[in-house]
Every structure is written in structure tokens, then in C-alpha cells.
């Protein structure tokens, strides 16, 4: 790809989490029999009217406050019509020229580099119903129940220029519509997807032609996606053809994406006002009551762990992918001086993360909690145990060995674990290896330096890992110099 600048748009479709669909009281739950969560109002029998979910509202003026972006005291409504087969009525109800959410911007890290990605908008929809070709040999099904369900559509500026920077926003909306409680964010469910519009150019051209691949459900699939559809039209320009502007798919059995239909412009929908929905207004006293209701925002979070634990950006990031992470981490590191939260964080980010991710476990189930693992930590830093040894620990707590805020005490005491800190034992064992490894004595001697690594293993094997690993290296480097 020397020489070519990749362009990178993200349309995301975030399913809100309420009850009920946007424009009628049928059911939003997952999962059930075809058909029957399809309202007259959703397939728009004649006769009925939508009403607008006021919870739905709500969550898009949650979004908006959240990425500092405008909040419209007034928007529309408007049919975007076009034919599918699950969409029975011939139109989409969306936003268009006046959104409820515009502009606002999200802080993504890739690698320890923050970026900023500007957002463009953010409008309220419907969704439309869903076709079925597996169970149906040679036809196809239509299910209903996703039609009339609220979406939140967010756009960005294209602004991200490698796959890398797509999935890093992706992941970071991902965590903030759930930190904030507006979408559950199951992938596998439909409630998160990304459509991606890519584009190649020569850096100081114009903008060149882009593809927008629809309905990726999983950050690996918009990594490969984008990555096959960068090299495709940087392989037609180099082989003297034209990109042409169109919707394609991604299929993850052969990795590549593959052409779906010509890509529409705005005109080609026909937008025009809903006449059955009048404009959203939303009022000042609204709006201050969604503001006081949220949390501390992950942005806010990961200031504060730079400026009150020193923290990186990236250890930062890492702690808010989630807000139960988040919580966690403030849990076991409240009130602790800046190097034992340093030493909490990598512990969560560590080892935690690692048996959370072995069992398939979410950080709610984790079998040692917050304050077991500061406690954990503390006999770390005040030289109770070793790093090494502390592993040991934290596996049996995570086994039900001991309960309780201080199970890493009550383990360190029935298996022995303290650390050996006796120096006059310490040099009576150092004596004992040298005297046995006279052939790494010379070579260490003769300026092998890995030599006096083995001799420190060699004093850490003979006191079963217990040994003060600094104290063993002062008394090694002092003895052999």
C-alpha cells in the first residue's frame, strides 16, 4: 500500500435498549417465534399511527450529551422510501435533514496514540424486519419482529486511515453505548453493526471513490473487510480500471467482499417529512435531567486515572473498555498511592483478564474480587511475597482455597509463601550455589552475563521462588565481584 492513503467512514447501527419498539408497544425481546412481535403499526396497516418512544428519546439525548455533541431542541422525521421484501412498507421512518444528534467526536487509542474521530450525526430509526433463506429450501422468509425496532444510526467523518483506527472507534462506541446504558451491544444479536465506507487515494488528491460494505457484526470482521476492499481498489486503480461507487458484502468463509447493489444517493430515497409524526421537540428542563443521570464518562475516567495514578493512555484505555472493568479497577485501587494502582492495574489488565477470558467469564463473575486483589497486591509492594508467588495466590483464591478481603493473608500463611528476606540465610543459600556452580561462576567471570542469571534461578529454585528476588541479586553481584 506504499504511496496510498486509506479514507475510512463508519455508519453504526446501535439497537436502543428499551422495551418496546420506537413507534408502538410491541416487544423488542430477542428471540422469538417469527412474526409475533410485528404490531400493526410496525408493517403500517391502514389506519394506524406511530407515536414516538419517549425512552428511546431519551437514549439518543444520552448519546449525544456523552460526545459533547449538539442536542437539536427541534428535529424531524421523514420517510426514506425504498423497496425491500422485509421492509412491508415501503418506507423507512428516519431522520434526514434534521437530526436529533449533531457533530461531537469520540477519543480512540491505537497502540499509546489517542485520536480524535469526528462524529458527523447521530439520528433516530426504525429498523426493518429480517429475510430468512436458510430454512427455506429455494424461498424466503420474512420475520417481522425487528421491523419498528429503535435505532440509533452514528456517522463519522472520514477520518480513520487504517483498519486499526476503524476497529479501535468501533470498539470505543462499542463500550461507551453500553457505559452509558443505551444498547446492550450484542454482536451476535444485531444490536451493534457497522456499515464501512472505504476509499483509496494519493495523499493531497481528492477524496477518491468509496464502497460502503454493509452489516459487519464483529470487529474481526470489519478489520478483514476493510483490509481485502483497501488492497481490491488499490489493485483495479493500479491495473488502470475504475472504482465504481457501490454496497457490498463481506464473506467471512472466503475473506473477501463482493458486490451487493449500486450504491444510492440521498435523492434516490425521495426523503420527505413524516405527515404522521410531529417534529421532536425536546426542552431545556429534559435535557438537564438526562445530563444529571450520567455517569462519569469513560473520557473523564481515563483523565483521571492519568492524572491521579499516572497511568498510560493505553493502561487507561485498557481499564474503560468497560464500565464493570472500570469499577473493578476504582474498587480494589481506591485510596492507593500511585504505584500500588499502577500495580492493581496490571493485575487486572493481566493476569484477571487472561483466567476471565479462559473460563468465558464476564468481569461480574470473577472469583476474586476487588478488595481480595488489592489485598493480593499490597503483600506485592510491601515485599510479603514475590510476583511470582503472588500468581500462586491468586490461583488459589480463584480456586475457593481461602474467602474473605483477606484470603491472599490467610494462603500466604497455610502454605509458608512469605518471602525470605533473612539476609544472612539469603548468603548462606547464595554460598551453597556458587560452591555447587563453579563452571557458571567462570563463565559469568568471563563475561557472560546470562550465566548470572542462571545463578539467581538456581537460589530462587532452592528456596522454592520465596526468596527477596533484589536481595538475591545484591548478594550474587557483591560475592562474585
Known amino acids: 500500500m506504499n504511496g496510498w492513503e486509506v479514507v475510512i467512514g463508519l455508519e453504526t447501527h446501535v439497537q436502543l435498549s428499551t422495551r418496546s419498539k420506537i413507534f408502538s408497544g410491541a416487544?423488542?425481546?430477542?428471540?422469538?417465534?417469527?412474526?409475533?412481535?410485528?404490531?400493526?403499526?410496525?408493517?403500517?396497516?391502514?389506519?394506524?399511527?406511530?407515536?414516538?418512544?419517549?425512552?428511546?428519546?431519551?437514549?439518543?439525548?444520552?448519546?449525544?450529551?456523552?460526545?459533547?455533541?449538539?442536542?437539536n431542541r427541534r428535529s424531524i422525521f421523514a420517510r426514506k422510501n425504498y423497496f425491500y421484501p422485509d421492509l412491508p412498507k415501503g418506507y423507512q421512518i428516519s431522520q434526514y435533514e434534521l437530526p436529533v444528534v449533531e457533530g461531537g467526536s469520540l477519543t480512540i487509542v491505537v497502540?499509546?496514540?489517542?485520536?480524535?474521530?469526528?462524529?458527523?450525526?447521530?439520528?433516530?430509526?426504525?429498523d426493518a424486519g429480517k429475510s430468512l433463506h436458510e430454512d427455506f429450501h429455494g424461498e424466503t422468509g420474512i420475520d417481522l419482529n425487528r421491523a419498528g425496532t429503535p435505532l440509533l444510526e452514528i456517522v463519522t467523518e472520514p477520518d480513520m486511515r487504517s483498519s486499526a483506527e476503524a476497529v479501535a472507534y468501533a470498539k470505543a462506541l462499542?463500550?461507551?453505548?453500553?457505559?452509558?446504558?443505551?444498547?446492550?451491544?450484542?454482536?451476535?444479536?444485531?444490536?451493534?453493526?457497522?456499515?464501512?465506507?472505504?476509499?483509496?487515494?494519493?495523499?493531497?488528491?481528492?477524496?477518491?471513490?468509496?464502497?460502503?460494505?454493509?452489516?459487519?457484526?464483529?470487529?474481526?470482521f470489519l478489520e478483514r473487510a476493510i483490509e481485502y476492499e483497501v488492497r481490491r481498489?488499490?489493485?483495479?486503480?493500479?491495473?488502470?480500471?475504475?472504482?465504481?461507487?457501490?454496497?457490498?458484502?463481506?464473506d467471512p468463509d472466503r475473506d473477501e467482499t463482493r458486490p451487493m447493489r449500486s450504491k444510492e444517493d440521498a435523492h434516490d430515497y425521495r426523503y420527505f417529512p413524516d405527515p404522521d409524526l410531529l417534529p421532536l421537540e425536546i426542552t431545556e428542563p429534559q435535557l438537564a435531567e438526562v445530563q444529571a443521570a450520567l455517569p462519569e464518562l469513560p473520557q473523564v475516567r481515563r483523565e483521571r486515572y492519568a492524572s491521579e495514578y499516572s497511568l498510560t493512555a493505553y493502561d487507561a484505555s485498557v481499564l474503560t473498555s468497560s464500565r464493570e472493568i472500570a469499577d473493578y479497577f476504582d474498587?480494589?485501587?481506591?485510596?492507593?498511592?500511585?504505584?500500588?494502582?499502577?500495580?492493581?492495574?496490571?493485575?487486572?489488565?493481566g493476569p484477571l483478564s487472561a483466567k476471565l477470558n479462559d473460563a468465558n467469564l464476564d468481569i461480574g463473575e470473577a472469583k476474586v474480587g476487588a478488595k481480595q486483589l488489592r489485598k493480593l497486591v499490597e503483600r506485592i509492594a510491601d515485599g510479603t511475597i514475590s510476583n511470582k508467588i503472588a500468581r500462586e495466590v491468586f490461583d488459589a483464591i480463584w480456586e475457593g482455597e481461602a474467602s474473605g478481603d483477606d484470603?491472599?493473608?490467610?494462603?500466604?500463611?497455610?502454605?509458608?509463601?512469605?518471602?525470605?528476606?533473612?539476609?544472612?540465610?539469603?548468603?548462606?543459600?547464595?554460598?551453597?550455589?556458587?560452591?555447587?556452580?563453579?563452571?557458571q561462576v567462570a563463565d559469568y567471570r568471563g563475561g557472560k552475563e546470562k550465566a548470572f542469571n542462571a545463578l539467581v534461578g538456581q537460589v530462587m529454585k532452592a528456596t522454592k521462588g520465596k526468596a527477596n528476588p533484589q536481595q538475591v541479586t545484591e548478594i550474587l553481584k557483591r560475592k562474585l565481584t
Open 233 to 250: 481498489q488499490i489493485e483495479v486503480i493500479e491495473d488502470g480500471g475504475t472504482v465504481r461507487q457501490e454496497t457490498r458484502l463481506y
Open 331 to 349: 474498587a480494589a485501587a481506591a485510596g492507593a498511592p500511585a504505584a500500588t494502582a499502577k500495580l492493581v492495574a496490571n493485575w487486572v489488565a
Open 174 to 220: 462499542h463500550g461507551l453505548v453500553r457505559w452509558i446504558d443505551i444498547c446492550d451491544g450484542n454482536m451476535q444479536e444485531g444490536s451493534f453493526r457497522c456499515d464501512a465506507n472505504v476509499s483509496v487515494r494519493r495523499p493531497g488528491e481528492a477524496l477518491g471513490t468509496r464502497c460502503e460494505i454493509k452489516n459487519l457484526n464483529s470487529f474481526r
Open 27 to 71: 416487544s423488542t425481546a430477542f428471540g422469538a417465534a417469527p412474526n409475533t412481535q410485528a404490531s400493526a403499526v410496525d408493517i403500517a396497516l391502514p389506519g394506524v399511527l406511530p407515536v414516538l418512544n419517549k425512552s428511546a428519546v431519551e437514549k439518543a439525548i444520552r448519546f449525544g450529551l456523552s460526545v459533547g455533541a449538539r442536542v
Open 407 to 439: 484470603a491472599a493473608d490467610a494462603i500466604i500463611d497455610k502454605r509458608g509463601l512469605r518471602q525470605i528476606s533473612d539476609s544472612g540465610e539469603l548468603e548462606k543459600i547464595a554460598d551453597e550455589v556458587l560452591a555447587k556452580n563453579a563452571q
Open 111 to 126: 497502540g499509546d496514540a489517542e485520536k480524535t474521530v469526528k462524529l458527523t450525526r447521530a439520528h433516530l430509526e426504525e
